[in-house]
């Protein structure tokens, strides 16, 4: 007569259940931490506001001392531009005019299409190449298709430091 198997023992139910509990905690733990990680950013872009796109109000362009009395110089600067969430450091240039009593900051591109000028030493205007635009060393139009005389910056000095403030377009005479 054969035997009969004896049965297993039954795993104890407190520790089968202890195991599988902490398994299933574990899982949920997991989740919870990866809905948090994706959660939290993604709140924050509903809720929060966006930075409205703007540029750094006012940047330092340079030493004031290197410029000479009447000579059209181009410096380069960076400026911060903040876009919604995010922040670029961008390249730009100035044309800078040292007169005896002020000093101006023209923006860097012709007020037609937005070429680059640049300063011609022997008309003593400023010309742009791509349809031949001129313009004083004041910024005023002297001739071509330009509408309005160049931008400007806002500019303040400090100590020997130039800072460049916003770009503007000139006033409209009346
Ligand atoms: S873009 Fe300067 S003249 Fe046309």
């Known amino acids: 007569m054969d035997e009969m198997p004896s049965p297993q023992p039954p795993a104890p139910p407190n520790e089968s259940f202890t195991r599988r509990g902490f398994y299933i905690g574990a899982i949920y733990g997991m989740g919870a931490a990866i809905m948090a990680a994706l959660g939290v950013p993604a709140l ?37 531009r903040v876009d919604g ?16 009593d002020n000093l101006v900051a023209f923006g860097p591109q012709c ?8 300063w ?26 330009a509408p309005r005389p160049l931008d400007r910056y806002e500019t303040k000095v400090e100590g020997k430091k130039l800072w460049l403030g916003p770009l503007q377009a000139p006033e409209k005479k009346s």
């Open 120 to 145: 011609d030493e022997s008309k003593s205007e400023f010309l742009c190449p791509c349809h031949t635009s001129l313009f004083s060393i004041d910024g005023q139009v002297t001739s071509g298709p």
């Open 85 to 100: 969430w995010k922040i670029t450091s961008e390249k730009s240039t100035a044309w800078v005019v040292k007169h005896a």
């Open 44 to 80: 924050a872009y509903l809720l929060l506001p966006p930075k409205l796109r703007k540029s750094d109000q006012w940047v330092e362009a340079g030493d004031i001392t290197r410029l000479t009395l009447n000579v059209p110089v181009e410096i380069t600067f960076r400026r911060n």
């Open 111 to 118: 007020t037609h299409l937005g070429c680059a000028y640049h």
